[in-house]
T-cell receptor, first 113, second 114 residues
């Protein structure tokens, strides 16, 4: 089955630093999504990518859909304390019965003020 | 607009019992997905319902089952509970399958099996 490798598993950074995390897959996806989960909450969508090579920004967040369709990265610039949480990448193949999302295991981000 | 709502928020059961979790999708969404989030394991896909039918199933035993009602709400049933079933169960909804689907998640139901 499809598997996503997300790295790093956790990060400890100082407020104001930039952050980068990525996901790689053993198979291609047609959609890549990045979610953030706060404690006690469900994941919330940050960025959706629909096309290979696409680079999309949402405020201080930037994500790219890899050309091979097997990878994606998420960058956070000038981190702030409220960026703390677990970040998940997710891939979707689409078509037929493949609309489910396959998730990475998450990156736990801690920001020290 | 109301988001995805799940109930109960917390549920405590003992081994061998049955648990029923409920989910109401965003109005207009016809697809409902269930995921299990156990500690340290990320989100594992359980079930996908669309237009009242089961469309896909993850790698879970048959004691995990569910259904989708005519109003598109959904129920997840877990029979013969085991300790390792303790997890956060997340429900998500999306528009019916047509093009790329963005899933919107509820806050989850925390199941603890003692």
């Amino acid at each position: 089955g499809q598997q996503l490798n997300q790295s790093p598993q956790s990060m400890f950074i100082q407020e104001g630093e930039d952050v980068s995390m990525n996901c790689t897959s053993s198979s291609i996806f047609n959609t890549w999504l990045w979610y953030k989960q706060d404690p006690g909450e469900g994941p919330v969508l940050l960025i959706a990518l629909y096309k290979a090579g696409e680079l999309t920004s949402n405020g201080r967040l930037t994500a790219q859909f890899g050309i091979t369709r097997k990878d994606s990265f998420l960058n956070i610039s000038a981190s702030i304390p409220s960026d703390v949480g677990i970040y998940f990448c997710a891939g979707q193949l689409g078509g037929g019965s493949n609309y489910k999302l396959t998730f990475g295991k998450g990156t736990l981000l801690t920001v020290n003020p | 607009e109301a988001g995805v709502t799940q109930s109960p928020t917390h549920l405590i059961k003992t081994r061998g019992q049955q648990a029923t979790l409920r989910c109401s999708p965003i109005s207009g969404h016809t697809s409902v997905y269930w995921y299990q989030q156990a500690l340290g394991l990320g989100l594992q896909f359980l079930l996908w319902y669309d237009e009242g039918e089961e469309r896909n199933r993850g790698n879970f035993p048959p004691r995990f089952s569910g259904r989708q009602f005519p109003n598109y709400s959904s129920e997840l049933n877990v029979n013969a509970l085991e300790l390792e079933d303790s997890a956060l169960y997340l429900c998500a909804s999306s528009l019916s399958r047509s093009g790329a689907n963005v899933l919107t998640f509820g806050a989850g139901s925390r199941l603890t099996v003692l």
